[in-house]
C-alpha cells in the first residue's frame, strides 16, 4: 500500500483533496482541526491554554539539559516519572503566571538597566571591560540580532520583577538563626546495639503457596517492558565535509568583505549632565526642566568650567552623578539615539547643547575617543580560515542531509543505500525501550526512542525518518525485532522472591526481639552488649543510618541514658544515649555561609508561596488530561 502511495504522488494527493475538502465544507476548518487534533489542553492560566505541544517541547529541552550534563550516564528512562512530568507542568504554569503579573503591572526594564546588565555580561567584556565587536559576534555565533536579543533580555528583567524584590528582602532573624544552629550542632553521645535480622533466617521457612501468592499481587514488579532490537545509521558534519581545503584567495576575499568585524569600531568616552522629566509631564515643567538644563550647557561652556563638579550637583542620573557624570566608553548602538547623535558629532573637549532624550534634557561633554581600529589579515587568518571552513561544511552537510533523507525515504526497507553513500557503519543495539538504551547517546535519544515504537517503523518494518540529535547530526533508525512486553514466569523469579519473604520475615523476628528489648532497657539500665561510644550530631552523623541519626536526635534528652531503636538497612538497631552537650560556636564566617543558604531557602518558599497565590489570582486550572499525564506510571512499568 505505502509502494503505490510512494509510486504515484500527485494522484494521491489528487484523491486526498476530494476527501478532505467536503469536510471542510461541513464542519468548517476550525471545526476539522478540533476534530483532527482533539483537545490537547493540559491547564489553563489566566485564560490561556498550556497545550500537549508546548509541554512536550518543554520535556524535551529538559531532557536535553539533563543529558548534557550527564553524558553517557543519562538514563531517559530513570526521568519518566510522575514528579519529573509534574516538574515540567508546574515550570510551564509558573512561567505563565509570572508573565501574566508582569504584564497586568506594566513591569518595564529602562535602557540604562538594559545596558548595565548587558555590560556586566563577561562574555561580551574585553580587558573588563564592555566589548562592542564581542558583543555582535557573541550574537551572531548564537543566530541573534542586538534587537532580538536586547528585546528578549528586557523582557526577563520584567519578568524578574515580579519575583526578585521577594528574594531580595527575605532576611533570616539573628535569633531563628541561633536556634538553627544550635540544633544542628548539638552533640549525642551514643553506643549501638545491633539486632541482625541475618541472625533469624534460619528460623524462617516460605511455602511455595506464599511465592505464589506475592507473585500473583505484586505481577506488575516482574513485569519486562517492551522491546525492539534496532538498527541506525548517524550522518554528523565530520561524515559529510571531510577533506576541505580553502585557498589563499578565500582568506583574502573573505577579509574585505567583513573587514569591520576583526577590529573595534569607534568608541566615545562622554560625561553628562541629566535634568529629569517625567513622560506625562506638562508642557510647562518641561519648559522649565529645560531651562535649568541650558543654564547649565551655559555654565558648562564658559572658560575654565568645572564639568565634573557641575555634574555632580546637579544632575539627576543617580548611576553617574557621582562620577562626576562620567559614562565611561560606549560605542554606536549603546545609546539612546538622540544622545548618541550628540556625542558622536562632538570633538573631543567640546559640550554639546541641550539634548532632549525620554529621559530629560542631557549636557553632554565628550571626553575621548577612541578610532575604530581592524587587525592585519595576518594576524586573523586562522580565525577567518575556521569560519570559512565552519560556512562551507555548513552548506555541504544541509546537502548530505538532503541527499541523506531522500535515501533513508526512498528505499525504507533497508539503511544500507544511506550507509555505503557517506561511508556510514550500519549500528546495532539491543532491548531497546520506550523510554530509550541507558548508555547510548542515540537510543537514549526521546526522539529516536519515540520513533522506534511509531507504528510505521514497529509495525511496518520500515526507516524512520530522518531525526535530529542535535546541530548538525541526524540519525535514521528501523526495527529489526520486536518483544512484545510480558510478565516473567514465576519459575524465573521464585529464587528472588523466596528470598525477599525470607528477609521479611526475619526482619520482622529481628524487630519484634529488639523492641522487647528495648522495653527492658527502658526500664532498667544496661550497656551490655552495646558497641563503643561515638558523638554525632545532625550535621556529623559519624557513619550513622539516617533513620536512627533522627531517632537518636529527637529523643527527649532530660532523663540520661535514653534508649531508641528503630529498623536501619536489614537490622533492627537500639541506641543508648548517654551524653548530651551543645557544641562551640561556629566561627562567624561559617555562620554567615549557613545563613546565606538558609535565606535562599526561605526565599525560595516565599516565592513558592507567591506562585499560589497567583494560581488563585489568575485562576490555574489543570484539565484531565494534565492530571492523568502527571500521575501515570513511567513507561517502563505500564
Partial sequence: MFDIIRNHRRWMQFVLLLLIL????????????????????????????????????????????????????????????????????????????????ATKNHFSA????????IQAIPAVQEDGKFSNARYRDALAAQGMTPVMFEA??????????????????????????DR??????????????????????????????????????????????????????????????????????????????NKGRYGQE?????????????????????????????????????????????????????????????LDWFGRGMMVKPFEDAAFALKEGEVSGVVATDYGFHVIKLTGIRPAVVKPLAEVRAQIVEEIKQQQAARR??????????????????????????????????????????????????KVAQALFSDEVLREKRNSGVIELGPNRLAAVRVVKHVPASVQPLA????????????????????????????????????????????????????????????????PADKLPAFVGTIAGDDYVIARISKVEAAPKPDAAAIAGEKSMMERRWAQAEQLAVLQTLREKYKVTVSPEGTALTTAAPAAER
Fill in 266 to 326: 569607534e568608541q566615545r568616552r562622554a560625561s553628562h549632565i541629566l535634568i529629569t522629566v517625567d513622560g506625562g509631564a506638562s508642557e510647562a515643567v518641561r519648559e522649565e526642566a529645560r531651562k535649568k538644563a541650558q543654564s547649565l550647557d551655559d555654565q558648562a561652556k564658559a572658560p575654565k568650567a568645572d564639568f565634573a563638579k557641575l555634574a555632580r550637583e546637579n544632575s539627576q542620573d543617580p548611576g553617574s552623578a557621582a562620577k562626576g557624570g562620567d
Fill in 22 to 101: 467536503p469536510s471542510f465544507v461541513f464542519v468548517g476548518i476550525q471545526g476539522y482541526s478540533s476534530f483532527m487534533e482533539g483537545d490537547k489542553s493540559l491547564a489553563k492560566v489566566a485564560g490561556e491554554t498550556v497545550t500537549q505541544q508546548e509541554f512536550d517541547a518543554a520535556s524535551r529541552s529538559r531532557l536535553d539539559q539533563l543529558r548534557g550534563m550527564m553524558g553517557a550516564q543519562f538514563d531517559s528512562q530513570a526521568f519518566d516519572t510522575p514528579a519529573m512530568r509534574q516538574a515540567v507542568l508546574d515550570e510551564i504554569i509558573n512561567t505563565r503566571l509570572i508573565a501574566a503579573e
Fill in 152 to 177: 528578549q533580555l528586557r523582557r526577563d528583567l520584567a519578568l524578574q520583577q515580579v519575583l526578585g524584590p521577594v528574594a531580595q528582602s527575605t532576611t533570616m532573624p539573628d535569633a531563628v538563626m
Fill in 492 to 555: 524465573d523469579v521464585s529464587s528472588a522472591i523466596r528470598t525477599q519473604l525470607t528477609q521479611d520475615k526475619a526482619l520482622d523476628l529481628a524487630r519484634a526481639a529488639g523492641e522487647e528489648r528495648l522495653k527492658a532497657l527502658q526500664a532498667k539500665d544496661s550497656s551490655q552488649g552495646f558497641g563503643a561510644a561515638v558523638t554525632v550530631a545532625r550535621n556529623a552523623p559519624q557513619g550513622v543510618a539516617p533513620a536512627l541519626l533522627n531517632a537518636v536526635m529527637k529523643a
Fill in 180 to 257: 538553627l544552629v544550635a540544633a544542628a550542632t548539638e552533640r549525642r553521645s551514643i553506643q549501638t546495639l545491633r539486632v541482625a535480622a541475618a541472625d533469624y533466617r534460619a528460623k524462617v521457612s516460605v511455602g511455595d503457596d506464599e511465592v505464589k501468592a506475592y507473585y500473583e499481587a505484586n505481577r506488575a514488579r516482574f513485569e519486562v517492558p517492551e522491546r525492539v532490537d534496532a538498527q541506525y545509521v548517524v550522518l554528523d558534519q565530520g561524515a559529510s565535509t571531510s577533506g576541505m581545503a580553502v585557498s589563499e584567495d578565500d582568506v583574502k576575499g573573505y577579509y574585505e568583505q
Fill in 397 to 446: 552537510f544541509a546537502e548530505a542531509a538532503e541527499q541523506f533523507t531522500n535515501l533513508v525515504y526512498e528505499q525504507s526497507d533497508t539503511l544500507e543505500p544511506a550507509a555505503q553513500k557517506f561511508g556510514l557503519k550500519i549500528q546495532e543495539a539491543q532491548g531497546v525501550t520506550r523510554g530509550g538504551l541507558q548508555g547510548n547517546d542515540v537510543m537514549g535519544n526521546p
Fill in 110 to 117: 529602562s535602557d540604562e538597566q538594559l545596558r548595565a546588565t
